[in-house]
């Protein structure tokens, strides 16, 4: 792992990664300087108490002990990247983007999963969400919702909902006990509606025309 730390280091933020119980086993120096928190601190421990991780608009829980990122671990889908809402151990807010690797276990043939942490990016969406949260969310008029749920179907808005709690297609399938293809296609078709390019844009969008609670 140290190998595989020297080639990343400096490229990303910070790196950790996880065993198939979601237990921390390697905190590179990035994260060490990004959370504050020494790796013989965190070692060993499951990850969701680490991070704490919330959804950064809605303030939801995003890290929790069945996250989506746990179930690569049993052959279940994540995102490519996602963003937390995290603090570090002088209590700084920061909103952090995170890729997801998976590495071969040398046991059981299980497999460890490797995040990669970036703030750069993120830093800028937390200012403008502390901005705006100081200023006031500038709410859509009642008629636009209403016109914008109505181009939505009912299962759709239902899909809408749970992406914007961060849960995968692949949770939200056996959720609703239909097709991952299923999901993927109401996902296209609320992307279509709300004339978005990606799911993470359907999710900004629908927090900013209060179509998710």
């Given at each position: 792992?140290?190998?595989l ?10 790196v950790?990664?996880?065993d ?10 990035g ?15 499951p ?7 919330m ?5 939801a ?8 990122v ?5 052959g ?10 995290t ?12 890729d ?8 059981n ?31 859509a ?24 709690e961060?849960l995968s297609s692949n ?8 097709s991952?293809t ?15 390019h ?6 900004a969008?629908a ?7």
């Amino acid at each position: 792992m140290s190998t595989l730390d020297d080639i990343l280091y400096g490229a990303v933020d910070g790196v950790f990664a996880v065993d198939a119980k979601q237990r921390i086993i390697f905190w590179n120096p990035g994260c060490e300087e990004l959370f504050k928190r020494p790796s013989q601190a965190i070692l060993g421990r499951p990850c969701n108490d680490v991070l704490c991780g919330m959804n950064p608009s809605s303030g939801a829980a995003f890290c929790h002990a069945d996250c989506c990122v746990a179930q690569l671990c049993r052959g279940g889908d994540a995102p490519n990247r996602f963003s937390i809402k995290t603090r570090n151990a002088d209590g700084k807010t920061m909103i952090l983007s995170v890729d997801v690797l998976l590495l071969p276990s040398c046991c059981n043939k299980k497999w460890i999963v490797l995040h990669l942490l970036y703030r750069s990016v993120n830093q800028h969406l937390l200012n403008t969400l502390d901005q705006t949260s100081r200023s006031g969310r500038q709410m859509a008029s009642l008629a636009d919702c209403e016109k914008t749920l109505s181009r939505l179907t009912a299962r759709e808005t239902e899909v809408l909902q749970l992406l914007s709690e961060g849960l995968s297609s692949n949770v939200i399938s056996k959720r609703f006990t239909i097709s991952h293809t299923t999901v993927r296609n109401h996902i296209q078709h609320i992307q279509n509606k709300l004339g978005v390019h990606s799911q993470t844009e359907a999710v900004a969008y629908a927090y900013r025309h209060n179509l998710v609670m």
